[in-house]
């Protein structure tokens, strides 16, 4: 009987640890618009995140493809990694946001969660010229890409 016990709490701890962070997604979403709710009583939270490290990719392909890598911490595994990307402005400068959502009634861990995302910059149809990339407010780095 003791052991049918420890069996039932072994199951109940199981099941209590993934339904407190299933709402944490498989990657992030990537967007031109905040998915989050506008008002008061929306029912999400949107939170900074660390960023590590970053790394701009261009892969020569045809049409030439651009990519940011980023590595850095969600505040807790339940929050969802969510990227919000501007086409480039008049000063050729491409904005980008990193954020962590997550939902106000989900009860979490306390607890920092790595992760790495790869972002595609979308440059189709853009013109020739040097690019600056800004993550979060920050300077990444530059390119050059030749516009088709």
Not at 24 to 36: F, H, K, L, R, S
Not at 77 to 101: A, F, S
Request: with cysteine.
């Amino acid at each position: 009987m003791n052991r049918i016990n420890n069996y039932f709490k072994l199951i109940m701890l199981v099941t209590l640890l993934v339904s407190a962070c299933s709402s944490a997604g498989d990657g992030a979403e990537q967007t031109n618009e905040p998915n989050v709710p506008d008002g008061e009583g929306g029912g999400f939270g949107v939170s900074n995140v660390i960023i590590n490290s970053t790394e701009i990719l261009i892969m020569e392909s045809y049409p030439i493809q651009v990519a940011l890598i980023v590595s850095g911490e969600l505040p807790t595994p339940c929050h969802v990694l969510q990227t919000i990307i501007n086409d480039p402005d008049e000063q050729n400068r491409i904005l980008i946001e990193v954020l962590g959502v997550i939902d106000d009634e989900t009860v979490c861990t306390q607890v920092m969660e790595p992760f790495e995302e790869r972002i595609g910059i979308p440059m189709q149809g853009s013109p020739d010229g040097v690019y600056e990339i800004w993550l979060n407010g920050e300077l990444v780095g530059d390119f050059s890409y030749p516009g088709g």
